[in-house]
């Protein structure tokens, strides 16, 4: 008795486009929280300043930066998704009062990709009865469900992040004495700058290594001058 033949069902492929749209807030909002309250701690630091100081000056740091970057994502994404509301009423206006105009534009974009016109009007054909505006939208203005901009999402991830890349120096501050503070503040960071720079570049599919050494470089800029500001005032607050 012949053995019964199994279909082969294709494992379902993991895409990394579907992390754009967070993953590109995450870094920023991870990076800039790191640099920044590092870059402000150690400055403030190098200036002579009090313990209490570098500390209290970081704490409102965080709360300002989180705020800031969260205000910033939300606005410019949500100006990304009014942009294409605007465009996809306009699209929807064209649908409506041109038709016949849109199928030939849409046939002619499939026709630009390498389908012969007789095909290339059949498909334009089936996707307009099926979703026309989903059609224009993907094929014609290049809108997909995988980079439609989110602003609570942009805003929520940058934020959050910015807050856990920035309790990183601070708790090197909290934790190391205060005559080793600036030391401990710029080594965590250092630390903290890699495993930002790997994880980003790990999730995005970029060279691992690569990606730690351009974001701890960019790191280590921001703190020098940081510091050097500092030191030229060196005065106490």
Not at 33 to 44: K, N, P, R
Not at 222 to 230: E, F, P, T, Y
Request: charged letters at 15%; glycine letters at 10%; proline letters at 5%.
């Amino acid at each position: 008795m012949a053995a019964t033949q199994i279909p082969h069902r294709p494992s379902p492929e993991r895409h990394r486009g579907e992390r754009v749209g967070w993953l590109r807030a995450a870094v920023l909002g991870a990076n800039d929280g790191i640099v920044s309250i590092a870059g402000l701690v150690v400055g403030v630091a190098a200036a002579g300043s009090p313990y209490t100081t570098v500390l209290l000056t970081g704490v409102a740091g965080i709360v300002a930066g989180a705020m800031s970057m969260a205000a910033g994502e939300y606005v410019s994404v949500r100006s990304q998704a009014d942009t294409e509301q605007a465009d996809l009423k306009i699209e929807r206006s064209e649908l409506r009062d041109a038709p016949e105009e849109e199928l030939e534009e849409l046939a002619g974009i499939y026709q630009a990709r390498g389908l012969d016109a007789a095909l290339a009007r059949q498909v334009a054909e089936q996707l307009t009865a099926h979703d026309a505006l989903a059609a224009h939208a993907r094929d014609e203005l290049g809108f997909t469900p995988t980079l439609a901009a989110r602003p609570l999402q942009a805003a929520g991830a940058s934020a959050a992040a910015f807050c856990a890349g920035a309790a990183l120096p601070m708790v090197a501050a909290l934790i190391a004495p205060p005559a080793y503070a600036e030391p401990a503040i710029i080594s965590t960071t250092l630390i903290a700058l890699f495993i930002s720079g790997a994880l980003a570049a790990w999730a995005g599919g970029a060279p691992i290594l690569r990606g730690a050494l351009r974001v701890a470089f960019w790191g280590v800029l921001a703190m020098a001058a940081a510091s050097v500001i500092g030191r030229l005032f060196n005065v106490a607050v």
